[in-house]
């Protein structure tokens, strides 16, 4: 059982590093606020391996996608620290039609992830709009993206 967890627990932190990796090399998809810095990803379902997706109760599909939120505080020594926030947001179509996202926070040692799931629409950019509140005595940061995907099929 112990092993079970710790193996999940592995796989989906070496899948939210891959996912914050691969954004950061495509396209560094973070926002820098003061010392701040919000990383976001959205990626189909369909990447994740089964064990991450059943491990976490995810969907695994084509059809599906999951937004990845981390909040970061840079350190006076360079590094950083996982920050504990809460995010609210909805994603757009073309059509306009609105799903609004219901994110779940997964805490991994020293990380901090915000996760939420998405229908996908096939070959059409599809707009984020996050409200990304770190700090309780702040207003929300507003982190905005645009992302097209395609379903396999």
Do not use: C, K
């Amino acid at each position: 059982m112990v092993y079970q967890v710790l193996r999940s627990t592995t796989l989906l932190v070496t899948m939210l590093f891959s996912l914050l990796l691969a954004a950061h090399t495509a396209a560094e998809q973070l926002t820098r606020i003061g010392d701040y810095e919000i990383h976001y990803s959205a990626v189909a379902t369909s990447f994740l391996t089964p064990e991450v997706a059943q491990a976490h109760g995810i969907q695994r599909s084509a059809g599906h996608g999951l937004v990845n939120v981390s909040v970061r505080e840079r350190q006076e020594d360079g590094g950083t620290r996982a920050v504990n926030a809460s995010v609210q947001g909805h994603v757009t179509g073309l059509a306009d039609a609105q799903e609004s996202l219901s994110f779940r926070t997964v805490h991994d040692g020293d990380a901090t992830y915000h996760l939420a799931t998405f229908a996908l629409r096939h070959d059409e950019p599809m707009r984020f709009n996050l409200d990304v509140r770190y700090d309780r005595n702040a207003s929300p940061e507003r982190v905005s993206f645009i992302q097209r995907f395609y379903i396999e099929r």
